[in-house]
């Protein structure tokens, strides 16, 4: 099989299981909606008549209010941190690159910690992901103008100055949880484990403002993207404005990440493992990987959230937890592949 019959393949399987998994995500959870039911519902939104059997009015509100936008908040926050994943690993040139090495999820911790420790979260509507956005920001600016200040602007320049700003805040984010009453200390833990308990369609708004149309800047942007993978000298010797471009792509990123952090915590190891895994099936150009990095990030992190909410009946487990538990032992399995080859 060609190369491009293989890529289209592997995106129609995408898209087919994504939908799969949203329909699957939709009916399932601690209360279980009829399949003929949820279709009936959607079905009469989008002005289709239906003759199949309609939910309860408890199962209207459990759809519309509670899950519906749930579901769609997993697909567009996995989708988002995937391709922050792989726009990472190829600006760096280093397949094991991800939001965590500038510092930009810590920062973003750190705002949250200083919302909740100053009791913002509890006087000041959506106050958590605001602050959480604004740190992981902060966060970006902070190792880009470092950088810069210390005349090291380099790839590794920026990687070293983002692991000590990580390294910073992350210090900071202990300090903090430790001055905080305990009584606010439980909301920052379920907060730092990743979730998207109870998370509304003002939280899916938020987030998809941000992170959309960031990662279709990104992707319309692969060129100048697979450019910079050939090397400073090799990319400014063919017309690109290296920093600048740089300077972009790392703002782009630092947005999605802020988003994301912003409403559903720490969710590791999807931007490593989505891309990893479809980068040999769909080969290593941007405008391919990018959209394929989606659609992959999306279907994990919807089937890890359904995994949360239905393991257990009694309460909900944390996201970034189960995606830790596929994403490590993965990443693990790919170091080696790396060292082989190397």
Same mark, same amino acid.
């Given at each position: 099989? !060609? #190369? !491009?019959?293989?890529?289209?393949?592997?995106?129609?399987?995408?898209?087919?299981? #994504?939908?799969?998994?949203?329909?699957?995500?939709?009916? =399932?959870?601690?209360?279980?909606?009829?399949?003929?039911?949820?279709?009936?519902?959607? /079905?009469?939104?989008?002005?289709?008549?239906?003759?199949?059997?309609? #939910?309860?009015?408890?199962?209207?509100?459990?759809?519309?209010?509670?899950?519906?936008?749930?579901?769609? =908040?997993?697909?567009? +926050?996995?989708?988002?941190?995937?391709?922050?994943?792989?726009?990472?690993?190829?600006?760096?040139?280093?397949?094991?690159?991800? $939001?965590?090495?500038?510092?930009?999820?810590?920062?973003?911790?750190?705002?949250?910690?200083?919302?909740?420790?100053?009791?913002?979260?509890?006087?000041?509507?959506?106050? /958590?992901?605001?602050?959480?956005?604004?740190?992981?920001?902060?966060?970006?600016?902070?190792?880009?103008?470092?950088?810069? /200040?210390?005349?090291?602007?380099? +790839?590794?320049?920026? =990687?070293?100055?983002?692991?000590?700003?990580?390294?910073?805040?992350?210090?900071?984010?202990?300090?903090?949880?430790?001055?905080?009453?305990?009584?606010?200390?439980?909301?920052?833990?379920?907060?730092?484990?990743?979730?998207?308990?109870?998370?509304?369609?003002?939280?899916?708004?938020?987030?998809?403002?941000?992170? %959309?149309?960031?990662?279709?800047? +990104?992707?319309?942007?692969?060129?100048? /993207?697979?450019?910079?993978?050939?090397?400073?000298?090799?990319?400014?010797?063919?017309?690109?404005?290296?920093?600048?471009?740089?300077?972009?792509?790392?703002?782009?990123? $630092?947005?999605?990440?802020?988003?994301?952090?912003?409403?559903?915590?720490?969710?590791?190891?999807? &931007?490593?493992?989505?891309?990893?895994?479809?980068?040999?099936?769909?080969?290593?150009?941007?405008?391919?990987?990018?959209?394929?990095?989606?659609? &992959? &990030?999306?279907?994990?992190?919807?089937?890890?959230?359904?995994?949360?909410?239905?393991?257990?009946?009694?309460?909900? +487990?944390?996201?970034?937890?189960?995606?830790?538990?596929?994403?490590?032992?993965?990443? %693990?399995?790919?170091?080696?592949?790396?060292?082989?080859?190397?």
């Amino acid at each position: 099989m !060609s #190369l !491009s019959a293989r890529r289209r393949a592997v995106f129609a399987v995408l898209i087919l299981a #994504l939908t799969a998994a949203l329909a699957v995500a939709l009916t =399932l959870g601690s209360v279980r909606l009829p399949v003929a039911g949820v279709v009936h519902s959607l /079905l009469t939104a989008a002005g289709i008549p239906s003759s199949a059997p309609a #939910l309860t009015p408890a199962g209207e509100i459990i759809l519309w209010t509670i899950r519906f936008p749930r579901v769609l =908040l997993a697909a567009v +926050l996995g989708g988002g941190l995937a391709v922050v994943g792989a726009v990472l690993q190829t600006v760096f040139r280093n397949p094991i690159a991800d $939001a965590g090495l500038l510092g930009v999820s810590t920062g973003a911790a750190l705002g949250a910690v200083v919302a909740v420790h100053l009791g913002l979260t509890a006087t000041t509507f959506l106050a /958590l992901p605001a602050a959480a956005f604004t740190g992981s920001v902060l966060a970006i600016a902070a190792v880009y103008v470092l950088a810069h /200040l210390a005349r090291r602007a380099s +790839l590794e320049g920026l =990687l070293l100055t983002g692991v000590a700003v990580s390294a910073l805040t992350s210090a900071a984010t202990s300090t903090v949880l430790v001055a905080t009453e305990e009584y606010r200390v439980k909301a920052i833990l379920f907060w730092l484990a990743g979730g998207l308990d109870g998370r509304s369609w003002t939280h899916l708004a938020l987030a998809a403002a941000v992170i %959309l149309p960031a990662a279709l800047l +990104l992707t319309l942007l692969a060129r100048p /993207l697979d450019v910079l993978s050939l090397g400073d000298e090799e990319a400014a010797s063919l017309g690109l404005h290296v920093n600048g471009a740089r300077l972009l792509l790392l703002g782009l990123t $630092a947005a999605i990440v802020g988003a994301g952090t912003a409403v559903a915590g720490s969710v590791p190891f999807v &931007g490593l493992v989505a891309p990893h895994a479809l980068r040999p099936l769909v080969g290593p150009l941007s405008r391919h990987l990018l959209p394929a990095a989606f659609l &992959g &990030g999306a279907l994990l992190v919807v089937m890890a959230d359904l995994a949360a909410r239905t393991v257990n009946p009694a309460f909900d +487990l944390p996201l970034g937890s189960l995606t830790a538990l596929v994403g490590a032992p993965y990443f %693990l399995v790919a170091l080696r592949g790396i060292e082989d080859r190397g």
